[in-house]
Structures are given as structure tokens and as C-alpha cells.
């Protein structure tokens, strides 16, 4: 099977669309991470300026203490809240390209099962035999190929899940005031 220039074109305009359509969503998910970054850096710096100036206004030592139970608390909820759009940033990309990586797979495979497909149509007689294990371990790979898909999936689903758990757990751990010292 033979190509014609117009398909060569073709095919180069088509990958040429795709790396272009890849690079710029993952440009995008490094605007999102900047963007993130700037915004988590911003908020730090306004936090720390208040946690000082309420440190520097404590009348008492257990006054400063619920301040720094109440800063510990907030830094917690902030790390998980940062920690998940990290995440959520990074699992978008990544699907998106998983999703696109799985369309080429999709696309080559039919490609490919037509050209079997048509070399059993010209084949010289008396070769049905290997035509036919070609086409056997052809499928063989095909269900190898779709069962590592999903357990890719299900391995992500299964870390996304885990992830939520984590940060609850950690959130949920964390003192949001200071427990009294026995005297």
C-alpha cells in the first residue's frame, strides 16, 4: 500500500495540527501552575504580615499561642488547597493528553487492521494460515493494549482518590487550637 503525496500532506498537516494543539495546552497548564505560584506567593506574603503584626500585638503568651494554633491551621488548609489545584492542574494536562494519545492509538489501529485487512484480500492462496495468526496475535495485542489503558485509568482514579483522603485526613489533623498546659 502505497501512499500518495496528497495523503504524505496530509498526514504531515494533520501531525503538524497536533503538536501544535499538544504544545499549547501544555503551555497552558504552565500558565496555570505561574499563575498558581504567583497567587500562592501573594497570599503568603499578605499572611505573613498580618500573622506578624497580630504577634507583635499579643498581650499575653496565651493569646500568642491561639495565634500561632490559628496560623498553623490556616498555613494546613492553604498547603491542601494549593496541594489540590496543583493536582487538579496536572491530572487536566495529563488527561488531556492521555485522551490524545489514545485517539492516535485508536486511529493507527484501524489503519493498520485495514491493511491486513487488505493484504488477506490479495493474498496468494495457500496463505489464509499466516494470514490469520497475523490477524490472531494482531487482536492479541489490541486487548493487551486496551487492558493497560485500563488499568492506567483505574490506577489514577485509584491515586485521586487516595489524594482526597490524604489531605482530609491531614486537614482534619490539624489543631485549630492550642491545647492548654497543665500546671
Avoid at 1 to 16: G, P
Avoid at 28 to 36: A, M, N, P, Q
Avoid at 62 to 81: D, I, N, R
Amino acid at each position: 500500500m502505497t501512499m500518495t503525496t496528497e495523503q504524505v500532506t496530509a498526514a504531515n498537516k494533520a501531525n503538524l495540527e497536533t503538536l501544535v494543539g499538544l504544545t499549547t495546552k501544555a503551555f497552558s497548564g504552565v500558565e496555570k501552575l505561574i499563575e498558581l505560584n504567583l497567587t500562592a506567593a501573594k497570599s503568603t506574603l499578605a499572611d505573613s504580615q498580618k500573622q506578624t503584626h497580630a504577634s507583635m500585638s499579643a498581650k499575653d503568651t496565651q493569646e500568642l499561642l491561639a495565634l500561632q494554633a490559628s496560623l498553623f491551621h490556616t498555613l494546613a488548609e492553604k498547603a491542601v488547597a494549593y496541594n489540590s489545584h496543583l493536582f487538579e492542574i496536572a491530572t487536566g494536562t495529563s488527561s488531556h493528553f492521555q485522551d490524545h494519545v489514545e485517539s492516535k492509538v485508536a486511529q493507527a489501529q484501524n489503519m493498520l487492521h485495514g491493511m491486513v485487512d487488505n493484504v488477506a484480500k490479495n493474498a496468494p492462496a495457500g496463505s489464509e494460515a499466516a494470514i490469520a495468526a497475523f490477524q490472531s496475535a494482531l487482536s492479541a495485542g489490541n486487548t493487551a493494549l486496551d487492558s493497560v489503558q485500563k488499568a492506567v485509568k483505574q490506577a489514577t482514579e485509584v491515586v485521586q482518590t487516595n489524594y482526597k483522603h490524604i489531605t482530609d485526613s491531614a486537614l482534619k489533623s490539624t489543631p485549630t487550637k492550642p491545647t492548654p498546659k497543665k500546671r
